[in-house]
């Protein structure tokens, strides 16, 4: 049974492009969350996905950023226009049903490290 | 203030050494408590969950909170150098798919052999 799933593992962009990260989660789970880490600022919730539907945005940016959790195929975070403060790691948890918002039981992927130049 | 504070340290201690972390919190609505372990350049794990104060022991871990004085701690019972990596406190708030996790910062420990 495989884990969360994030690819690539490493990301570098031009300002001004876009970048594209995506997340499979575990088999079974249907609940998707995507973080942001810097190392002074710690883990920050982005946004919280189920099939189809945005449940929870709070944390994204209202600009240049977008996310999506098709009924096929993984969730990917998209980011347009990249600048250099997008540079962080971006990490992907998904958990089963059952627990719902920013579950317990949620499991990370091993993040996709972005690098603006 | 931060909803949830946690010292980044970091913490060296030696090998076989009991570890205590902590983290305090402002919030007397947060229902979960979690501890995660991160590993340099991988994702945190989930290690320990709680809802109730009291302690919880799983081997070598215990977590322990103190809601009264929002207080929660992660005791690791002879220490490892593979338990070195940032161990990170997180407390849920909210119901359903309005629940949130609010993160502490994280606590780098590095254990010697």
């Known amino acids: 049974n495989a884990g969360v799933m994030q690819n690539p593992r490493h990301l570098v962009r031009r300002r001004g492009q876009e970048a594209r990260l995506r997340c499979s989660p575990m088999?079974?789970?249907?609940?998707v969350y995507w973080y942001r880490q810097l190392p002074e600022e710690g883990l920050k919730f982005m946004v919280y996905?189920?099939?189809?539907?945005?449940?929870?945005e709070s944390g994204m940016p209202k600009e240049r950023f977008s996310a999506e959790f098709p009924k096929e195929g993984p969730s990917i975070l998209r980011i347009q226009q990249v600048v250099r403060g997008d540079s962080a790691a971006y990490f992907c948890?998904?958990?089963?049903?059952?627990?719902?918002?920013?579950?317990?039981?949620?499991?990370f992927g091993q993040g996709t490290r972005l690098t603006v130049v | 203030q931060k909803e949830v504070e946690q010292d980044p340290g970091p913490l060296s201690v030696p090998e076989g050494a009991i570890v205590s972390l902590n983290c305090t919190y402002s919030?007397?609505?947060?229902?979960?408590f979690m501890w995660y372990r991160q590993y340099s350049r991988k994702g945190p794990e989930l290690l320990m969950y709680t809802y109730s104060s009291g302690n919880k022991e799983d081997g070598r871990f215990t977590a322990q909170v103190d809601k009264s004085s929002k207080y929660i701690s992660l005791f690791i019972r002879d220490s490892q150098p593979s338990d070195s990596a940032t161990y990170l406190c997180?407390?849920?708030?909210?119901?359903?798919?309005?629940?949130?996790?609010?993160w502490g910062l994280g606590t780098s420990l590095a254990v010697n052999p």
């Open positions: 919030n007397s609505a947060f229902q979960y």
């Open positions: 996905l189920q099939k189809e539907n945005i449940i929870d």
């Open positions: 948890a998904s958990s089963p049903p059952r627990t719902g918002g920013a579950g317990t039981e949620a499991f």
């Open positions: 997180a407390m849920s708030v909210g119901a359903g798919n309005n629940r949130k996790l609010i």
């Open positions: 088999k079974g789970h249907s609940h």
